[in-house]
């Protein structure tokens, strides 16, 4: 079901403007007219929220409230168009991104992509657009203002660009001495994306790789290690296993698919940055993002 009801706190999250100053914006230009409940609770609909995310845009382009606040709708509409076509339309774009999700409307998804993709090509729209959109897509999951719903239709959407982008490069042929890097998410982690995307950005670079996905057991990755190949392990975790789990999950792949050979294990991912230095042995690496993660990729060739 299409949410067409949001609280004060919705707009908060959705925005980054506070309630409070919500409320005294209502209060002092009349800005929004929420409705209330029974109970006196504001509520606001659709419109009341495409409007306040203009006005997020404007007041982050430098524009006094005052100044906004005298504007129609419509005259606001068309300052962010302007602003946007003039500066960074990326910030525009995202909130775009958010009305679209909580619409469930794919249109206006595949109409904002493509005016960004036009400007910057894919892998400018994932790391200018995407990347950022999905930060704030999770924090909006933590704090109920988007449901599982929400999450997955956008994340779908997502995924399919990726998908599109990534065929191109895939029916390259490698030798069989070419260097290989084995991409999978750890056992139960199922948030794709981020490793989806550098199976992209290797390919791209004329890389071999083999992408195993979500959920992989690490008795299963061993078989990688034929042919006097050592493969170069990708990892991204996201939320498994748990940040308690970390330790052992290194240990056992060193134990399980290293087995006292020079195996590397790359390591990426928000939860990823709670690894312990102490806790890695010395093949595996955390890096902080993907572009890191890349610039290492020449030297570790060129050493072969």
């Given at each position: 079901?299409i949410?067409?009801?949001f609280?004060?706190?919705?707009?908060?999250?959705?925005?980054?403007?506070?309630?409070?100053?919500?409320?005294?914006w209502?209060?002092r230009?009349?800005?929004?007219?929420?409705?209330?409940?029974?109970?006196n609770?504001?509520?606001?609909d659709?419109?009341?929220?495409?409007?306040?995310?203009?006005v997020?845009?404007?007041?982050?382009?430098?524009?006094?409230?005052?100044?906004?606040?005298?504007?129609?709708?419509?005259?606001?509409?068309?300052?962010?168009?302007?602003?946007?076509?003039?500066n960074?339309?990326?910030?525009?774009?995202?909130?775009?991104?958010?009305?679209?999700?909580?619409?469930?409307d794919?249109e206006?998804?595949?109409r904002?992509?493509?005016?960004v993709?036009?400007e910057?090509?894919?892998t400018?729209?994932?790391?200018n657009?995407?990347?950022?959109?999905?930060?704030?897509?999770g924090?909006l999951?933590?704090s109920?203002t988007?449901?599982?719903a929400?999450?997955?239709?956008?994340?779908?959407l997502?995924?399919q660009?990726?998908?599109?982008?990534?065929e191109?490069?895939?029916y390259?042929h490698?030798?069989?001495?070419?260097?290989?890097?084995?991409?999978?998410?750890?056992?139960?982690?199922?948030?794709?994306?981020?490793?989806?995307?550098?199976?992209?950005?290797?390919?791209?670079?004329?890389?071999?790789?083999?992408?195993l996905?979500?959920?992989?057991?690490?008795?299963?990755?061993?078989?990688?290690?034929?042919?006097g190949?050592?493969?170069?392990?990708?990892?991204?975790?996201t939320?498994?296993?748990?940040?308690?789990?970390?330790?052992?999950?290194?240990?056992?792949?060193?134990?399980?698919?290293?087995?006292?050979?020079?195996?590397?294990?790359?390591?990426?991912?928000?939860?990823?940055?709670?690894?312990?230095?102490?806790?890695?042995?010395?093949?595996?690496?955390?890096?902080?993002?993907?572009?890191?993660?890349?610039e290492?990729i020449?030297?570790l060739?060129?050493?072969?």
């Open positions: 079901m949410k067409s009801k609280s004060i706190k919705d707009l908060e999250n959705l925005s980054g403007i506070k309630s409070h100053t919500i409320r005294i209502e209060k230009y009349n800005l929004l007219e929420p409705d209330r409940t029974d109970t609770i504001r509520t606001y659709l419109s009341m929220l495409q409007k306040i995310l203009n997020s845009y404007l007041r982050n382009a430098g524009i006094k409230i005052s100044t906004i606040a005298s504007l129609s709708s419509e005259e606001i509409e068309a300052q962010v168009r302007k602003y946007a076509e003039r960074n339309r990326n910030d525009h774009a995202i909130q775009e991104l958010k009305l679209a999700m909580v619409n469930f794919q206006m998804f595949q904002i992509y493509t005016s993709l036009d910057v090509g894919f400018g729209v994932f790391y657009l995407f990347v950022p959109f999905l930060e704030e897509l924090y999951w933590q109920k988007i449901n599982l929400h999450e997955h239709f956008i994340s779908h997502i995924k660009k990726v998908l599109v982008n990534l191109k490069y895939q390259k490698f030798e069989a001495t070419d260097h290989v890097f084995v991409l999978f998410l750890p056992e139960n982690e199922m948030h794709d994306l981020g490793l989806l995307f550098l199976n992209y950005e290797l390919l791209r670079r004329g890389c071999n790789t083999v992408y996905g979500a959920s992989m057991m690490l008795d299963s990755l061993p078989f990688f290690k034929k042919g190949i050592t493969p170069t392990y990708i990892t991204y975790i939320v498994q296993p748990t940040e308690k789990q970390l330790p052992t999950f290194l240990r056992q792949f060193d134990r399980k698919v290293a087995k006292g050979d020079d195996v590397k294990l790359w390591i990426l991912g928000h939860l990823a940055q709670k690894i312990k230095p102490s806790d890695l042995s010395k093949n595996q690496i955390v890096f902080p993002g993907i572009t890191n993660l890349l290492q020449p030297e060739i060129t050493n072969e």
